[in-house]
């Protein structure tokens, strides 16, 4: 039981159980969005408009986040940009102490908008990239016209001198594209790009069977980063996400259950991570009813996976349980039915072989047909 | 790798890299794109004399100065603590 309310108490305890602090802060300001990736990682019931947080209790949350020990703050979405608020909460994330990060699509930031963004304090840009032309740009993100605009917000993130990653969404149906794309975050002068293989939560789930890459695209797209990594050294950071569902051991999900960070839905609800809302076992909070400090230490879902009590076996046993913990919850949820087992794609999991046909299956299948994103109904 | 920095070379740190003063975890942290780097207190002593006009060599000599430790030895340990950061991209020099 926590004694006080107030967040240096709560802090103080938590501390006394073991639970660290936060330090990044996934705000999905709406989950309107232009673009309709089939990929996307939001969860299949959207958020509507009129549910969202309004500016004021944004800017109250971010000042929670930094008394929590929040260091990092990344505006995302849906399209962040969809809000008409966006300058004004950059501003007060950056008045508030945080590191402030804007994931965005391009679509819906203007040069003027940008310059906004910049005078507000904007400390970096995070630009997804559906594909290195628009053939395949417009049609993964089902938005004709939206790779010129891209091309054309990367232009002016440049010439503002936002420091910029450029985050590369790949499948089986780009996965070719991979050598381009990193070309393209050199030319566009990105410090950073992020190669990550389609993740398989939200709408992807959908899409397994169009979107799973090739054992053998997989150990490709491996060995492209390993060399572009050596070749780029001190001019382009290349972070990477590997093919989920073909590996041998499972994620680091969230650095950790309730460890690391933590995610606010469009409504105000305060999740572990973005797919924590397929498990429909927890009860979330909301900032609109309590103090982000009091969410974090004694949340239910926060406590939920923490510490080692609630894994099964052969994570109990396994000399890896502090290392990975036992993989990801919510693809747990996914493919074994039950959030706390071990992760399926850990090959000590019961249903390794299993899984590996169904990947096996998924990546070779002929139906490439792709199912897009809904947006939220209006109200 | 070995940690060298030229003495006649400026460190800066560019846009989007910035010292932070942890208040809820009493220390310094080297904020940066998607990274929040936790330094220890030399690490901290370091970056502190980067204001982008300082040379490398300078630093060094003032750091050796402040610590009592010999010059060749500071030039080793920060040369290799800025290279690291070199190669993330959290530092550049001109």
Known sequence: ???????????AEGKRLGIPAPIAMLAELTHRCPLSCPYCSNPLELARKDRELDTETWVRVFREAADLGILQLHLSGGEPASRRDLVELVSAAREAGLYTNLITSGIGLSQRRLQELDAAGLDHVQLSLQGTDAEMADKIGGY?????RKMQVAEWIKEIGFPLTLNAVVHRQNLHQLPRAIEMALEMEARRIEVAIVQFHG????NRNALMPTKTQAAEASRIV????KAHKGRLVLDYVPADYHSDYPKRCMGGWGTTGLNIAPDGEVLPCHAAQTIKTLRFDNVRAKNLSEIWYSGAAFNAYRGEDWMQEPCRSCEFKKKDF???RCQAMALAGDPAATDPVCIKSPLDSERQARAEQFSTSEDTELTFRAQPSSA | MTGSVAPEAVPVLPRGVRLHYDRVRDQWVLLAPE???ALDAIGHAILKEIDGSRAFGSIVRGLAETYGAPEDQVAQDAGGFLRGLMDRRFLETI
């Open chain 1, 144 to 148: 004709k016209g939206g790779f010129k």
């Open chain 1, 203 to 206: 709408w992807a789930l959908a």
């Open chain 1, 326 to 328: 036992g993989g990801c």
């Open chain 2, 35 to 37: 990274r929040a780097v």
């Open chain 1, 226 to 229: 390993a060399e572009a990594r």
């Open chain 1, 1 to 11: 039981m926590m004694d006080g309310t107030r967040p240096e108490d709560l802090q």
